[in-house]
């Protein structure tokens, strides 16, 4: 059974950092591109961040150069590293990999 469990959101002030991360069973991480999306209310979910098998890496212009994407294929963890956040940076996050979605973790940018 294949399941991508999302963690690591919460609630923080503009300018603050988070680190979600996405846990991975059921297929072989490794071998997959992962990615990061988000959906704020009453907008579509967006790609924030992806990365292959190789460690490459690309990012959505509305984040890039406050994001880094990474992965641990060990652990079968993806990570998303999310720095100086904004309140338009409010949305649920999620992950992605071969065609399956996790359920998401909320992220709160508010003072």
């Known amino acids: 059974q294949v399941q991508l469990v999302e963690s690591g959101g919460g609630l923080v002030p503009p300018g603050g950092s988070l680190r979600l991360s996405c846990t991975v069973s059921?297929?072989?991480?490794?071998?997959?591109?992962m990615s990061w999306y988000r959906q704020a209310p009453g907008k579509e979910r967006e790609l924030v961040a992806s990365i292959g098998t190789s460690g490459s890496t690309s990012y959505a212009d509305s984040m890039k150069g406050r994001i880094t994407i990474s992965r641990d294929n060990a652990k079968n963890t993806v990570y998303l590293q999310m720095n100086s956040l904004k309140p338009e940076d409010t949305a649920a996050y999620y992950c992605?990999?071969?065609?399956?979605w996790g359920r998401g973790t909320q992220v709160t940018v508010s003072s």
């Open positions: 992605s990999g071969f065609g399956y």
């Open positions: 059921g297929f072989m991480f490794g071998r997959y591109a």
